[in-house]
C-alpha cells in the first residue's frame, strides 16, 4: 500500500510559525527518504495555529529540497480565487518541478467569516459557482476552451510540459459527484467524517466517468494516525491534538498544539472528556503493527491502495518518528 502524507503545517506551544514552517520543510524530505509517495500542504486563513495561508509557497521550498515525491495543495480553496490565477501558479510550480506537482481543490472557505468575507466579496456566491469555477480552471490546465470562448486565446503561462494534476478533496456527495463528473481523482477525509467519507467514495466509484487523462477511479483517503513505540506513548501522543480541539471549539484562543503539561494541567468536564473519546475513535493510534492493521482495515474499506496521513502532535521529534516507523513496518511487505 502507497502512503503519502497530509500537513496542516501546525504550530505547537512554545515554538513560532518560523519553526512549523522548518518543521514541515525538514519532515518533506524525510518524507522523500522513507518512500512516501506525495506531501501535501493544507490551506487555512486566520486560524489560531495553523500557519499556511499559501500552500504554493512551501510546494516551492519543499520542491526544492526534494528531487522525486510528488508535492501539491490540499487544498487550494477554488472559492477564494480566480481560476486563472491557480493555473497560472500552478501552471509556474509544474514548470519548476515537472511530474510532480498535485492540484487539490475544495470549495471549503478554511477560515473564519471574516476571512472569507476579506478573500472573496461574496463567499457564498463563490461557493455555489464551484463547479463553474471548477471548469474553467481545468480548461486552463489543458488549454482546451471552445474556439469561441472569450479566453480560447489565452494562455496560464508558463505553459508546463507536463500538467498539474487536479484532484478535489471532500467529504460530501457534492464533492464525490464533482470529482467523478469531471474525471478527477478524489481524496476523502477519513479524519473529518468517517461515515459521510465512505459514502463519497462510494458514490464517486459509482459514478465516475472516465477521461482521456483518468480512465479509472483513483481514490486516496486521508486519515489522522498517531504511531508510537508503545500504546501508552501513542495515546499521550495524541491527547494534545484531542484537547486543542476542545480549547478551538470553546473558542479559546491558543498558541497552537498544547504541550503535555498543558494538557496534563487542562481541566475537562465530564461532558468534554466523553468529546475526547469520541476523537480518539476518529485516529488511528497505537504501536507501528497495530497502526498498520488499521490503516490497511481503512483501505481495504475503502477499497484503495493509498492512504494519507495526517499526525499532529506537540512534540517535532514524535511526529518525524510516528512517520518514520510508519514507513518502517509498511517497508516490510
Known sequence: MKLSILDQVVMSEGRSAQNAVQETVQLATLAEEWGYTRYWIAEHHDLPGLVCPAPEVLIGLIGAQTSNIRVGAGAVLLPNYQPYHVAETYNLLASMYPSRIDLGLSRSPGGSAEASQALSSNMLQAIYSMPQKLEE????????????????????????????????????????????????????????????????????????????????????????????????????????????????????????????????????????????????????????????KQLQDVAAEFQTDECMVLTNVHSHQDRVASYRLLAEVFSHD
Open 137 to 292: 480552471l481545468l480548461h486552463f490546465i489543458h488549454q482546451d476552451f471552445p474556439r469561441d470562448h472569450t479566453y480560447s486565446s489565452l494562455q496560464a503561462a508558463p505553459v508546463p510540459t507536463i500538467p498539474p494534476v487536479p484532484w478535489i478533496l471532500g467529504t460530501s456527495i457534492k464533492s464525490a459527484q464533482l470529482a467523478a463528473k469531471h474525471g478527477l481523482p478524489y481524496a476523502v477525509g477519513h479524519f473529518m467524517n468517517a461515515d459521510s467519507s465512505k459514502e463519497a467514495a462510494t458514490i464517486y466509484k459509482k459514478q465516475f466517468q472516465a477521461t482521456r487523462t483518468l480512465e479509472e477511479p483513483q481514490l486516496v483517503v486521508a486519515a489522522s494516525v498517531i504511531c508510537a513505540e508503545t500504546l501508552e506513548q501513542a495515546e499521550q501522543m495524541a491527547r494534545s491534538a484531542q484537547v486543542w480541539s476542545i480549547q478551538r471549539e470553546k473558542g479559546e484562543l491558543t498558541n497552537g498544539l498544547p504541550s503535555k503539561q498543558t494538557t496534563i494541567n487542562y481541566q475537562l468536564t465530564s461532558e468534554e472528556e466523553d468529546k475526547l473519546k469520541d476523537l480518539a475513535k476518529r485516529q488511528l493510534i497505537g504501536t507501528p503493527q497495530t497502526v498498520k
